[in-house]
Structure formats: C-alpha cells, structure tokens
C-alpha cells in the first residue's frame, strides 16, 4: 500500500513509502481486536473497591433481644446485614481484573485494528522532524496544518522523543506514543493516526 508523505505544514512532499501489507492490508479479526481491548480496559482497573462485611463492622455482639415471644424474627447481633448500619453481604473486595491473552493474538489484534485505519483511509505518514525545545504552541500549528483540530490523533513516533511528548501533553484529543508503546485501544480509540517517516520499518514487526 503506497501512500505520500507530508511535512510538518501539511503539505505532500512528492515523497512515497510503502506501509507493508502484512501489517496494514490483513483480514481483520475482530474479536481479537475485542478481547485486546477488553484486556488494556481491565488492566486500568485499580481494584481496590472494598466494603466491610459483617465480621468487619464495629459493635457490640450482645444478643439484641430474646429468641422467643417478641413476634418479630430472631436476631442475634446488631452487625447483621438486615439492620441499618450492619454489615454488606458480599460486598466488593480489592481484586486484580488482568487477564492474561497470548503474544500472537495481541498481534493478532494490533495488525487488524491498523488495517481497519489503512482502508478508512484514516493513517497519513509525517516525514520526520525535531523539535529543540517543548513548545505546546509549535505542536498545535502542527495539528492545524494537517487539518485534524477538534480530532482525536495518535501520532506514532519511531523512537521515544521527549520534547514532542511534552510539547502534546496539554492539547485535548492528541496522544503521542511510540511504535514499541502501541496498543490495539491507542489505535481503535483514535479517528486519524499519523506515523513518523522513520516508524514505518518498525510498524513491520509490530
């Protein structure tokens, strides 16, 4: 699949590079796009909801009135789930919602979701450049001149790049990661995806 390479203004360069087939142009499989994205959803999880049971309240376990004659239900103790301010029946307790997917379906998953991108039409390719200094102002002239303002945009660099990272961190909508950092939600969640020129031989063993 051959497709033309931008500069940082937006405009085409006249240059062209190949995305590999292999990676952008298979079949995809959507449920193990699913289950990869059900998996990095669940692993954001912080598990740590807790509610205190009957063994964990506070007070006292006198026998609250006598079993027999009162005409109401037997109770024994204040702490039952039954009575106001008494314990939760099961309630929830901290877990760790991981769930373990093997290498080859991840990848599985990755090379689809990119391929569902390539045939919307939704990938540009950005020939590379560097920035000296974070400036949010320069990144967001960046964003207007591809024309994708008000869109979300994951932009894939080759090689982890300090000063486009924080240059990015405080415009809405835009995620700045790395070839070696991308996952199937990255790729699902945004509209339009823009692959640094030098990223492009990576992507092949994505």
């Known amino acids: 699949m051959e497709i033309e390479v931008k500069d940082k203004s937006g405009a085409l360069t006249g240059k062209k590079v190949n995305l590999p087939e292999s990676v952008f142009g298979v079949e995809p499989n959507d449920h193990a796009i699913y289950l990869d994205v059900k998996q990095y959803l669940a692993q954001q999880r912080q598990g740590t909801h807790k509610s205190k049971e009957r063994a964990e309240i506070a007070g006292s376990t006198k026998k609250i009135k006598k079993q ?44 689809s979701a990119l391929s569902y991108k390539a045939s919307d039409s939704s990938i540009s390719v950005l020939e590379n450049f560097s920035m000296d200094n974070p400036k949010t ?22 090689e982890n790049n300090k000063n486009v990272f924080l240059s990015s961190r405080n415009i809405q909508k835009a995620n700045v990661t790395t070839v070696d950092s991308l996952n199937t939600y990255d790729i699902v969640n945004a509209d339009n995806l823009i692959v640094f020129e030098d990223s492009i031989e990576k992507l092949s063993n994505i």
């Open 68 to 111: 027999k004659g009162t005409g109401t239900a037997r109770a024994g103790s204040i702490k039952s789930p039954v009575f106001r301010g008494g314990g939760r029946v099961f309630g929830p307790r901290p877990r760790n919602y991981d769930f373990k997917l093997n290498k080859k379906l991840k990848k599985v998953a990755r090379r």
């Open 137 to 158: 102002k320069d990144f967001a002239s960046l964003i207007k001149g591809l024309e994708l303002e008000g869109k979300k945009t994951l932009f894939v660099l080759g």
